[in-house]
Nanobody
Framework: QVQLVESGGGLVQAGGSLRLSCVAS????????MGWYRQVPGNQREWVAG???????NYADSVKGRFTISRGISKNTVYLQMDSLIPEDTAVYYCNAGITQKNGLTARYWGQGTQVTVSS
């Protein structure tokens, strides 16, 4: 079994910062690309940022220059540093990762989500 657990969400004023963390655990053989998505109630889940196993990063235009995605040394953790937050960043943020288990099965997994609320 594999589990992704996010943390770090909360309430912050516009212009502030938050750092989200996501840790993958379980019977993991390897982890490929990891990423962050967000969803506002009533809207589709949207991609925010991604990082490959080699460290290549990509960002949605709406967060480019404000958010930074990175991976931990152990490679089973991904972070999202969010700076210059605006009310439009308010959403539930989800971690996503492509994981190969020790039994050889490969799939994409989601975390449970963490709420980020930016007040004006």
């Amino acid at each position: 079994q594999v589990q992704l657990v996010e943390s770090g969400g909360g309430l912050v004023q516009a212009g502030g910062s938050l750092r989200l963390s996501c840790v993958a655990s379980g019977s993991i053989f390897s982890i490929g690309a990891m990423g962050w998505y967000r969803q506002v109630p009533g809207n589709q889940r949207e991609w925010v940022a991604g990082i490959s196993s080699g460290g290549t990063t990509n960002y949605a235009d709406s967060v480019k220059g404000r958010f930074t995605i990175s991976r931990g040394i152990s490679k089973n953790t991904v972070y999202l540093q969010m700076d210059s937050l605006i009310p439009e960043d308010t959403a539930v943020y989800y971690c996503n990762a492509g994981i190969t288990q020790k039994n050889g099965l490969t799939a994409r997994y989601w975390g449970q989500g963490t709420q980020v609320t930016v007040s004006s």
